[in-house]
């Protein structure tokens, strides 16, 4: 049954209580909620911290070494991250996500002071950044399922899609400045002031998290997390997802198509190898494919009213693959650069589409533990991906390791739309959405 705005339970749209204006739904009909655009500004601080991590790294990396098998060892070191999802969804379920947020986050700035002392010191290795990016992974991880679980207490339901959309888009953000940032400072003044940068940007996403007023402790969280409690949340996730008749499906899609074709932190491979650039190369195609993530995010904005959004996803998927297969094909730097930001968009649309449909088929109290096992889908893909893709960029080219991916990615996109029909036939519908999330079940 559907739930006026301004009448909605706490558990299903705690931003109700928060006194905010009427609003006409715009692209950024989020922020005359305080609370989101505290969020936001959090989240766009944190990710603009962690892609100059990963930037500054994987470009000195690949500058010392010239190693693409190398570069790819840096997903073999995240994978350590992937078991503390599960964990970390947990958390967000159980205790207060504001606070889970912050500490999270100053671990990353400690670690990011750590890299720029060793830096200016001129002690700076390899293994410190697999070090730290190892450690920082899983930690972060730890936070990362609290701030998409915090977007349904910020903003009423009627805005739950276009927060989502702004809050994916969060990311493109940051996939635009953090490049423009890592071109100018890591070219002009080094690793060291480059690592500087990233740790001021992320004092700012230890700080917003205790700006937000709403409350960050989950519906029906308990006061005492035990072992027992936490194995029985985790059992809980599980079987949430596994019956679920969409989430399943979405899941396998994000990793069967992201093992082939993971591209994002290996542009230093690209730039190299498709285009004979350098930090330079690696910055622009970063940056563009940030501002075609926007414009992805922003057209899933004006779909909103679209009840077939299983179909928007598999079509978007589709196109994401014909396009790796055009990347790969056409070594042309300004077609290169279209394509880099296309790419972006399709993704953008595939990411906003999968994670609008766990928060609204998904009750307040299992948010965390059904965004840890999205998280645990696509890190997992990306991570393994970064490794995949490296080596056979290593092997057979940068070229024809896209061409391939982009061929397995059609393939995957026909597998889920024939032998998991609940995505291709899902609707969107206000009722089915607040069933889905009360029996859940979908």
């Known amino acids: 049954m559907g739930v006026d705005d301004t009448q909605t339970s706490a ?3 705690p931003a109700a209580s928060q006194a905010a204006p009427e609003v006409a739904l715009r692209p950024w009909s989020a922020f005359a909620y305080y609370d989101f655009t505290m969020l936001w500004l959090g989240g766009t601080a944190a990710s603009t911290a962690m892609t100059l991590r990963l930037l500054i790294g994987a470009q000195w990396i690949y500058d010392e070494t010239g190693s693409a098998v190398t570069l790819g060892l840096l997903g073999v070191i995240q994978l350590s991250q992937i078991p503390v999802v599960l964990f970390g969804g947990i958390l967000s379920d159980l205790v207060d996500r504001k606070k889970l ?9 400690v670690s990011l002071l750590a890299l720029s002392l060793a830096a200016f010191s001129g ?8 070090l730290v990016q190892g450690i920082t992974g899983m930690v972060n991880v730890l936070g990362g399922s609290a701030r998409p679980a915090m977007i349904a207490r910020v903003v009423p339901r009627r805005l739950l899609s276009h927060a989502v959309s ?11 400045l953090a490049p423009l940032a890592f071109v100018g400072v890591y070219e002009l003044f080094g690793v060291s002031w480059a690592f500087t940068l990233a740790m001021v940007v992320s004092a700012v996403s230890v700080i917003t998290p205790y700006l937000i007023r709403v409350s960050g402790k989950p519906a029906d969280s308990t006061a005492n997390v035990t072992f027992t409690s936490t194995w029985t949340s985790l059992i809980e996730g599980v079987k949430f997802v596994r019956r679920h008749k969409i989430l399943p499906g979405l899941y396998l899609l994000d990793i069967g198509v992201t093992v082939f074709s993971f591209y994002r932190f290996l542009f230093p491979i690209f730039a190299d190898q498709l285009y004979g650039l350098g930090a330079a190369g690696t910055g622009i195609l970063t940056s563009v494919n940030g501002i075609g993530g926007i414009a992805g995010s922003a057209l899933v904005l004006y779909t909103a009213k679209m009840p077939r959004k299983g179909v928007l996803v598999l079509f978007a998927t589709a196109l994401y693959a014909l396009l790796l297969i055009a990347f790969g094909s056409i070594q042309i730097f300004w077609i290169g650069i279209i394509i880099v930001a ?6 953008a649309v595939g990411m906003v589409m999968r994670q609008t449909v766990v928060q609204l088929t998904t009750p307040d109290r299992l948010l965390g533990r059904a965004s840890s096992a999205h998280s645990f889908a696509a890190m997992s893909a990306n991570h393994v991906g970064q490794y995949e893709v ?14 391939i991916g982009g061929l397995i990615s059609i393939v995957v996109v026909g597998l889920i739309w024939k032998f998991v029909p609940g995505v291709s ?3 969107y519908t206000p009722d089915a959405e607040r069933d889905a999330a009360e029996d859940g079940s979908s």
Do not use: K, R
Request: contains cysteine; glycine residues 6%; hydrophobic residues 50%.
């Open 425 to 427: 036939s899902y609707h």
């Open 166 to 176: 702004t809050n994916t888009a969060t990311f493109q953000v940051a996939s635009i």
């Open 342 to 347: 296309c790419l972006g968009a399709t993704d």
């Open 123 to 130: 002690s700076l290795a390899v293994w410190h950044i697999f």
């Open 11 to 13: 558990e299903e749209s």
């Open 101 to 109: 947020m912050a500490m999270t986050q100053f671990v990353s700035f």
């Open 390 to 403: 490296a080596q056979m960029s290593a092997i057979v080219g940068a070229g024809p390791t896209m061409v």
